[in-house]
């Protein structure tokens, strides 16, 4: 049973540039959650998708956006990367929108 | 003011130790309370989530106290295998679905 799996693993792109980060949900789960973590600091929530929608959204700029497919994999979209957009970015998935969160490895973005 | 706030530590004892991390919350309405783990560079991964009523898992024990909106985690006999950053967690619950976490507090434990 494959848990929260998330691609690319690494990625380094340039100021300015836009990027796409994949999730894939663990088996079972319908919702997903996307967070940022900067260095040193705990995760902070980007946006939840249930059900192929937008259902709650944290305090990041439009450059910020995302989808949900209909089988619950997910993408996040950033464009207009500034390079304080460097971090790792974890998506959680879970069962309905209140359900204990799981989180995949993180995909680590750089921007130079 | 954060919505919760953690020691960031580090917290550097050595093996066989008890350790006590603290945290606060702001937001009265809070339903829900975790502390997660976190090793270096990896994805956190929930250790326990935290009840009124105080729970205990083997040597980790987990308090609330929702009076004074606060959560505490109390390791027993520390190992060295427990070095990573707890982080504390809190879910409004209701309409609001998303994880709030602390920064987080780094234990190393030394040998």
């Known amino acids: 049973d494959a848990g929260v799996t998330q691609s690319p693993t690494h990625l380094i792109k340039t100021r300015g540039q836009q990027v796409t980060l994949r999730c894939s949900p663990k088996s079972g789960h319908d919702t997903v959650s996307w967070y940022q973590q900067a260095l040193g600091q705990g995760p902070q929530f980007i946006f939840q998708y249930y059900e192929e929608e937008e259902r709650q959204r944290g305090n990041f700029p439009d450059r910020f956006s995302g989808h949900q497919f209909p089988n619950y994999s997910s993408e996040l979209n950033v464009n207009a990367l500034l390079l304080g957009d460097s971090a790792l970015y974890l998506c959680a998935s879970s069962f309905s929108e209140a359900g204990l969160h799981h989180f995949g490895n993180g995909t680590r973005l750089t921007v130079t | 003011r954060k919505e919760v706030e953690q020691d960031p530590g580090p917290f550097n004892v050595p093996e066989g130790a008890t350790v006590a991390f603290n945290c606060t919350y702001s937001n009265s309405a809070s339903q829900s309370f975790f502390w997660y783990r976190q090793d270096c560079r990896k994805e956190p991964k929930l250790l326990m989530s935290?009840?009124?009523s105080g729970n205990e898992d083997g040597r980790f024990t987990a308090q609330l106290n929702r009076a004074s909106q606060y959560i505490s985690l109390l390791i027993r006999d520390s190992k060295l295998s427990d070095s990573a950053t707890y982080l504390c967690v809190v879910n409004q619950g209701g309409s609001a679905r998303q994880l709030t976490f602390g920064s987080g507090t780094q234990l190393t434990v030394l040998p």
């Open positions: 935290v009840y009124s």
